[in-house]
């Protein structure tokens, strides 16, 4: 198993609260699930559901409070295996405009995880950025530029890039795909799929968008109020979703058909 999470669960201290004696609000409640490598796990659930806590506490991003996280086989939690594995799990968030420092070039932005890891000679890494730029299909000539120089879509394919020079074997895609145009989220949902493949990944794939979910997952969890309230083995199979919450997702999705 490449992934599994033990009755996870991770609360914040609601704001407003003092320091001692806050109360404190469950993001993640109990969560256990896995993830065998070069699959993909959907994640599903309606806003505030903790879709995007239990992805941080993947990569590592926030601690639970209680349970467990394995990876390959180690508890991510002990600080040694953590130090060792944890480049391997990366995450990818929606807005792509945040997560990057727009004074950066974009050869600096995806040269940032291999210079942490690797010494490259100049001629090296400006290779290394145009080899990744040219695998999210992007022109490696477009590392000179800055990142107002280029489209949300494009912006989006640097920060795969950045996530892809950590050389991860797994990926967390927070909404990444979800503020892009229909058209262009079907262009990444297959760059998604063909990355996946070429580096033999394994991905956990959070969104709002059950027909992305349905071409790229391999199982799916619905997520309500920070528990799992169902696991579809199959997530091709949308219409075998039972519970209440996952038939609201549903009824969305083809709400949202019907009216475009
Ligand atoms: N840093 C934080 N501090 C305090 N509360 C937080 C923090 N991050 C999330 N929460 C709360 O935890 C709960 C779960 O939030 P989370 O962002 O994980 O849900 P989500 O399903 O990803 O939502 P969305 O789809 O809107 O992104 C929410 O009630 C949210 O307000």
Redesign the pocket.
Known sequence: MSLELIEVSKS?RLSGQSLFRAKR?M?VMNVSCSLEEGRTLGIV?S???????LGKLIVGLVKPDAGDIRYKGESLLRPQARQRLFSELQMVFQDSRSAVNSRMTIKDIVAEPIQHRERLTSSQLTKRVGDLLTAVELRPEEMNGYPHQISGGQLQRVCIARALAAKPRLIVWDEAISSLDAMTQWQMIQLLQRLQKEYAMSYVFIT?NLQAVRHLADELIV?SRGAVVEHLQDAKHLDQLRHPESQRLVQAMLTSYRST
């Open positions: 914040y609000e993001a659930g806003s505030g559901s903790g879709k995007s806590t709002h997520m």
